[in-house]
């Protein structure tokens, strides 16, 4: 069965200290994965697509990994600020180039605290 | 600052009435999401279209959902007749899909509560 599993489900951590959400799946035939952050109240906003030929992708302070062989990812926040409170959001794509083949995982909700 | 535009952003209705909640795709994208959030369930795919044409709604309940896309501007979700497990965030997204790992926009969503 395809599934998407994110951990912690919750973390609270201090302002500049940094942080690793983590992904696992067994989707297959895997085509991509995405990391999204989604503000309370707010629609998720993509951060990274990740194919199977890419292991790492930054964007600013957020860096993705991918190992296609473990079926992981992770997402590394680097001297975290208090906007980077939100909920994060791993989500696969099995290859079939249908996109209704999508795989959310239930997030991890980040806390920043001052 | 082309964005995805959804509305009503807040909806309660009682249990037994039609609901409708519309979106706007961004101009020149051809495909457009429907996704339903709670909770409990978290983020899951109800629908969605490419070039105006269904592709796949097998996540949406088919005896009361209902989803068209009347023109490339407009697409909607219908709910009929509502119920008070319905209540969730809706939200719609667009993209342009040139390959398979094109980036999908979201919506504010709208957020609905059924009595």
């Known amino acids: 069965k395809n599934q998407v599993e994110q951990s912690p489900q919750s973390l609270i951590i201090l302002e500049g200290k940094n942080c690793t959400l983590q992904c696992n799946y067994t989707v297959s035939p895997f085509s991509n994965l995405r990391w999204y952050k989604q503000d309370t109240g707010r629609g998720p906003v993509s951060l990274t697509i990740m194919t199977f030929s890419e292991n790492t992708k930054s964007n600013r302070r957020y860096t993705a990994t991918l190992d296609a062989d473990t079926k992981q990812s992770s997402l590394h926040i680097t001297a975290s600020q208090l906007s980077d409170s939100a909920s994060y959001i791993c989500v696969v794509s099995a290859y079939g180039g249908s996109q209704g083949n999508l795989i959310f995982g239930k997030g991890t909700k980040l806390s920043v605290k001052p | 600052d082309a964005r995805v535009t959804q509305t009503p952003r807040h909806k309660v209705t009682e249990m037994g009435q039609e609901v409708t909640m519309r979106c706007q795709p961004i101009l020149g994208h051809n495909t457009v999401f429907w996704y339903r959030q709670t909770m409990m369930q978290g983020l899951e795919l109800l629908a969605y279209?490419?070039?105006?044409?269904?592709?796949?709604d097998s996540g949406m309940p088919k005896d009361r959902f209902s989803a068209e896309m009347p023109d490339a501007t407009l697409a909607t979700l219908k709910i009929q007749p509502s119920e008070p497990r319905d209540s969730a965030v809706y939200f719609c997204?667009?993209?342009?899909?040139?390959?398979?790992?094109?980036?999908?926009?979201f919506g504010p969503g709208t957020r609905l509560t059924v009595t």
């Open positions: 997204a667009s993209g342009l899909s040139l390959a398979d790992s094109y980036e999908q926009y």
């Open positions: 279209f490419r070039n105006r044409a269904p592709l796949d």
